[in-house]
T-cell receptor, first 113, second 117 residues
């Protein structure tokens, strides 16, 4: 069983829709949760991060962590064609080292104009 | 400010040949990481340099992979001899020393796409 499970998609929604991206994980030691966005033929770019449980909002993006269910989500409001990309969840036991980051496989998202 | 740059962006080599990938981190970043993503799999950690020292190389798959960071600036990752299963994209990333206000933010390059035929 993978430590982090993420639906690969692809997910296609119309412009303006609310998008929900999700990951589940099995390692209860994970404390630091990240979402990366990766455009085609580019490297991953950190979009948001949260530490432990709770919500975090940044503009149209909201990250949620439910440690009791080992479930994290990324919501995108008022989705735009420019949001079309692959979204990777990632998590680690803490800030300590990027060597401990475990990535999901990524969800391909397409926003239709 | 220039980001993390990687060279070559694409490489096609035959099984048994040698390939050397180069990474130039963001200027001033002490931490340099190599990751790779093979077909159908997740991005996986390979190793971590702090300046010129290998801090963690637990992700290196076998002794066909050799990473160096002479002088603590750019880094190279050599695969010798290459095998078919080495095909994938190799990402380099860097981060400044210590914890930043952005948490554990690391900055990725665009990757070097390797195809072994």
């Amino acid at each position: 069983q993978k430590e982090v499970e993420q639906d690969p998609g692809p997910l296609s929604v119309p412009e303006g829709a609310i998008v929900s991206l999700n990951c589940t994980y099995s390692n209860s030691a994970f404390q630091y949760f990240m979402w990366y966005r990766q455009y085609s033929r580019k490297g991953p770019e950190l979009l948001m991060y949260t530490y432990s449980s709770g919500n975090k909002e940044d503009g149209r993006f909201t990250a949620q962590v439910d440690k009791s269910s080992k479930y994290i989500s990324l919501f995108i409001r008022d989705s735009q064609p420019s949001d079309s990309a692959t979204y990777l969840c990632a998590m680690s036991p803490g800030y300590s080292s990027a060597s401990k980051i475990i990535f999901g496989s990524g969800t391909r998202l397409s926003i239709r104009p | 400010e220039a980001g993390v740059t990687q060279f070559p962006s694409h490489s096609v080599i035959e099984k048994g040949q040698t390939v050397t990938l180069r990474c130039d981190p963001i200027s001033g970043h002490d931490n340099l990481y190599w990751y790779r993503r093979v077909m159908g799999k997740e991005i996986k950690f390979l190793l971590h340099f702090v300046k010129e020292s290998k801090q963690d190389e637990s992700g290196m798959p076998n002794n066909r992979f050799l990473a160096e960071r002479t002088g603590g600036t750019y880094s190279t990752l050599k695969v010798q001899p290459a095998e078919l299963e080495d095909s994938g994209v190799y990402f380099c990333a860097s981060s400044p020393r210590g914890r930043t206000n952005s948490g554990n933010t690391i900055y990725f390059g665009e990757g070097s796409w390797l195809t072994v035929v």
